[in-house]
């Protein structure tokens, strides 16, 4: 499993792919890219508690998104619009 440094690396690399993306006018893929940026800063954050959602996939967005809502509560907002938007990808 994934320590803070290379989930970081990993959130780091889909947020330069999504705005190379974006430059290309490819939203759809920069919808995908920037969940997932966000994803994996999110498990960063968490694996400093030894946390590591995605060891279980079918409860890893649920869980994710509960535990950065209550440990970030100033992105709950943020987080509920991403979702919405890729949802209507």
Do not use: C
């Amino acid at each position: 499993m994934g320590d803070e440094r290379h989930h970081s690396r990993l959130a780091k690399e889909k947020r330069e792919g999504a705005l190379d993306e974006y430059s290309k006018g490819r939203y759809t893929i920069v919808g995908d890219l920037a969940l997932k940026a966000v994803e994996q800063a999110i498990e960063a954050a968490a694996s400093v508690e030894g946390k590591h959602f995605h060891a279980k996939p079918r409860e890893a967005h649920a869980n994710r998104t509960r535990w950065a809502k209550e440990n970030f509560p100033s992105i709950s907002a943020d987080l509920d619009v991403l979702w919405g938007a890729y949802g209507d990808l």
